[in-house]
């Protein structure tokens, strides 16, 4: 018999790939001759099987996997031939990507975790990050970003993994600054004493928004439940309240969001 042919596939391997080799052969005489074939793991004998699985225990990129192929006829004819393939190297890879804390406001730092990392060779990985806030990339490739954000813009982070040799997958999550509600840090009525029944009275208070939005005041003047005003000043008149009533100001701040307090 002739074997015309013999290859391993895939012809390039990695850790965890099933190879086959292939065979094929003819008689001159018209006879089909019987095939067989034997891998040679860094040249020793391991297997009769036509497929063989290149366990992570077992093999290693660099390894040399060799299959020999014989063909035999009823005339005790024999015709050996071989091949060999080298075990490449895999690219690492990773399932999951994610950006933490999952719902930043404007001062947060966001940083962006890639898990569920694989690399069947057992190789150091490294990340290189991209990040994109409106669709607009930044100039940092850290994984972790702080920037002067705004309220409702879009975050994305990309992600590439690497061993010493290989790139391999990509992933992007991405995130929206979410509002923070004002507060409101002190109030008061000036004046705060003396006041008489035709006063004239403000109601002051500082409001602190960390977002920077355009901050709305309503006021609302109070005595025993009846309202008295909604301005930041009331003119008192003696028709409304006398001597020893208690008034009350409430402020309710709402920025552009619509968020209050």
Request: hydrophobic share 35%.
């Given at each position: 018999?002739?074997?015309?042919?013999?290859?391993i596939?895939p012809?390039?391997?990695?850790?965890g790939?099933e190879?086959?080799?292939l065979?094929?052969?003819?008689d001159?005489?018209?006879?089909?001759?019987s095939?067989?074939?034997?891998w040679?793991?860094n040249?020793?004998?391991?297997?009769s099987?036509p497929?063989?699985?290149?366990r992570?225990?077992?093999?290693?990129?660099?390894?040399?996997?060799e299959?020999?192929?014989?063909a035999?006829?009823?005339?005790?004819?024999i015709?050996?031939a071989?091949?060999?393939?080298?075990?490449i190297?895999?690219?690492?890879t990773?399932?999951?990507?994610s950006?933490?804390p999952e719902?930043?406001?404007?001062?947060?730092?966001?940083?962006c975790?890639?898990?569920?990392?694989?690399?069947?060779d057992?190789d150091?990985?490294t990340?290189?990050?991209r990040?994109?806030?409106?669709?607009?990339?930044?100039?940092?490739?850290?994984?972790?970003?702080?920037?002067?954000?705004?309220?409702?813009?879009t975050?994305r982070?990309?992600?590439?993994i690497?061993?010493?040799?290989?790139?391999?997958?990509?992933?992007?999550?991405?995130?929206?600054?979410?509002n923070?509600?004002?507060?409101i840090?002190?109030?008061?009525?000036?004046?705060?004493?003396?006041?008489?029944?035709?006063?004239?009275?403000?109601?002051?208070?500082?409001?602190?928004?960390?977002?920077?939005?355009?901050?709305?005041?309503?006021?609302?003047?109070t005595?025993?439940?009846?309202?008295?005003?909604?301005?930041s000043?009331?003119?008192?008149?003696?028709?409304?309240?006398?001597?020893?009533?208690?008034?009350?100001?409430?402020?309710?701040a709402?920025?552009?969001?619509?968020?209050s307090?």
């Amino acid at each position: 018999p002739v074997i015309d042919r013999i290859i391993i596939s895939p012809d390039l391997p990695y850790v965890g790939n099933e190879v086959q080799c292939l065979l094929t052969a003819r008689d001159p005489d018209l006879e089909t001759p019987s095939t067989r074939v034997e891998w040679l793991h860094n040249d020793r004998l391991i297997s009769s099987d036509p497929v063989l699985l290149l366990r992570p225990e077992s093999f290693k990129k660099g390894d040399t996997v060799e299959c020999i192929g014989t063909a035999s006829d009823s005339y005790e004819g024999i015709e050996t031939a071989r091949t060999t393939v080298e075990i490449i190297n895999s690219p690492p890879t990773f399932t999951n990507l994610s950006i933490t804390p999952e719902f930043p406001i404007t001062q947060d730092l966001i940083t962006c975790i890639p898990s569920a990392i694989s690399d069947p060779d057992d190789d150091d990985v490294t990340f290189e990050y991209r990040w994109f806030v409106d669709e607009l990339e930044l100039l940092s490739t850290e994984n972790s970003l702080s920037e002067a954000f705004s309220v409702g813009q879009t975050v994305r982070c990309e992600a590439t993994i690497s061993d010493a040799e290989d790139v391999g997958n990509t992933l992007t999550a991405e995130t929206i600054i979410q509002n923070t509600p004002p507060t409101i840090a002190s109030l008061s009525i000036v004046p705060s004493s003396n006041i008489e029944a035709d006063s004239l009275v403000e109601c002051v208070g500082s409001v602190i928004d960390i977002d920077n939005q355009e901050i709305t005041h309503n006021y609302q003047w109070t005595m025993d439940g009846s309202v008295l005003g909604s301005e930041s000043t009331l003119e008192l008149s003696p028709l409304q309240v006398q001597p020893e009533d208690i008034i009350d100001c409430t402020l309710t701040a709402t920025d552009a969001s619509g968020a209050s307090v």
